[in-house]
């Protein structure tokens, strides 16, 4: 017996010595001639807060796999300032105070450069005040109105890097009004705040028309089964359906309203709508679902295109929304790494203000102001289970002198 | 309308009934209520779409051997998070449950992903009643299905002999151990009937509402306001206050509030709690204790 113990711990001995230095000798010919150069290639670290676990865990997913993409792309190319990129990621729990919580922690680490915040307006003007006391450059992914004027007028380390959500719903409501001829609506809206706030701005939209919806539903989140507010719907018998809410509600409400007998009735929505993971669940019922969208796979802008091509063949899934916003705020983060031409935080976020013509994934981006940097969004019709896009959404940047 | 809202009650209640009725079962056998018990649900729902969308089973026999996954669940949670815990103090066995319920909900995670899923429906389409209300085929297989399941469950607890011995065990583990009971194999099948129960209605209800990893949350809250209703301890108690509770969704929802659907059960959970706190069919816990 200690014969073979004694044998066995050689063998061991033996393949633990060969596992040790084959590591080194190649790590010795890749880093030999670049010791001197060592800090040169030391990668420029980017953080990420995204919501890796919970409720909005999709959003994680989406991001992490669209973070691959742009930093395989950037690093490929030869990085920024001659070094790599690295994206270090934190878990914002999909709760406010998981976000601040995630922020600080990365904010903890003086070699990142900036932050890119959660696809939540709540989280990333939770996060303002820690991005305005720390300054660390910071890009937000929400779009709600309140967001861009807190970029605007209370901290200029915040940019809102998306379309805010004001011009998509009032270009949603004029499509509804002034195309399809609608003037009777209802509002179905989850309750959390930037579906609430989207329902707002839906009503906003309709009053420029004279338009009172004339029954306003709304639901808390997390809401499986909508029989009773489908009820009340049918009850004040509406022309068109407008929807504000999160993908795996919107699923489920489109199938509701569908199969309750409202087969042919015309859904207005939010971004979530026409979201690839809605047109999965929601099957056959999403068909004839309007969305005005800041993302859809099968934009017909070249640099979107070739995200989702990208995306679909990676992970073998449509491209979401978070996946395509990432990309674009990486490589603007990047854009203005290279042109301040250093990272130090004051001189990127300066250079991100010189940024005003960027095509990137999802949309042209203006930085001139904090507030409102993405000009614009799809919108979109579903057939046959794709969001077709119907028109392109722009607006001009308002910059006050 | 009415119609509408009582058959999207009932189908609901029942589920509710069902999660209740896993719990009850526990809290009987070890006197603990389990709080992963919604997570029974999830975990269920995504055993049936392995087998439907994954391994393109029947949904029949989906269900049927995601609920028999299930009842394998059951014991490996008991002799993880209930059984090394046994002679604990109550609240520790509480946290390991909460533990276990975050273990399940982010392990589910990691292995389904973020992406909401669904499964086949037993019955497709719709029927219209009374002229207008519409009632989809899936809701009655949910009521058909889940009435058939408690009244196996009642027959199997009520008029089996492996029944008398998990209701024995329930009623004093060391009297039954001393009259030979295997006390852990008793336990363990009241945790395997326990997600069984639970996890069959994740099947059913994945084709109306989807399955994620954290829709067990929500679900569970309401099966435990059930329990209140119905009464601790009370398989009766479990069916009729998950009745209720989906029952007050449904009108509360159309007549009341939609907004506040949650508020209602709960204002009814505290109206039970100040008029009759023993719940509906509670005397017998009351006894007990």
Partial sequence: MKRILAILLIVCMAFGMTACGQPAATSGEKTAPASGAESAAKPIKIGLTTVLTGDRSL?????????????QEINDAGGVLGRPIEIVIQDALGTDVGA????????DDSEIVAIIGSDSSNDNMAVSPAALELKIPTTAQGSSPKLRDMCNNDNPWLFQLRACDETLCASLMRYAVE?????????????ETSSADQARLFTEGLAKYGIEPVVVVP??????DFTSHITQIQKAGVDAIIGACFQAEAAILIQQIRALGMTDIPIFGSNAFADPVTIRLAGDAVNGVYCASAWVPTTPNPKGAALAKKYKELFNEDCGKAAAQVYDHVSIIVEAIKRAGTTDRAAVRDAMNTIDNYEGAVTRYDLRTNGDCGRGGLLVKVENQVAVVLDQITSEKIIKK | MNLQLLVSGVSTGVVYGLI???????FRAVGVMNFAQGEFLMFGGYLCYTLNRLLHLPIGLSLILASLLMGAVGVIFMRTSYWPLRNAQARAIIVSAMGASIVLKEGARLIWGSIPVTVERVVNGSTTLAGSAVVQWQYVAIIVISAMIMALVYLLLEKTFIGHIMQATAQDQYMASLVGIPVIMSIGLTFALSAFLTGIGGGLLAPLFFLNNTMGATAGAKAFAAIVIGGFGSVQGAIIGGLIVGLVEAFGGAYISTTYQLVLIYVMLVLVLMFRPQGIFGGKIQEKA
């Avoid at chain 1, 601040?100 to 904010?107: D, G, H, S, T």
């Fill in chain 1, 59 to 71: 959003e994680g997913e989406y991001a992490s796999n669209g973070i691959k993409i742009i930093q």
């Fill in chain 1, 100 to 107: 601040v919580n995630a922020y600080r922690k990365l904010a």
């Fill in chain 1, 179 to 191: 195309t399809g001829g609608y003037k009777k609506f209802a509002i179905i809206h989850d309750t």
């Fill in chain 1, 219 to 224: 639901f808390t989140t997390g809401t499986k």
């Fill in chain 2, 20 to 26: 209740a009725m896993g719990m009850v079962l526990i």
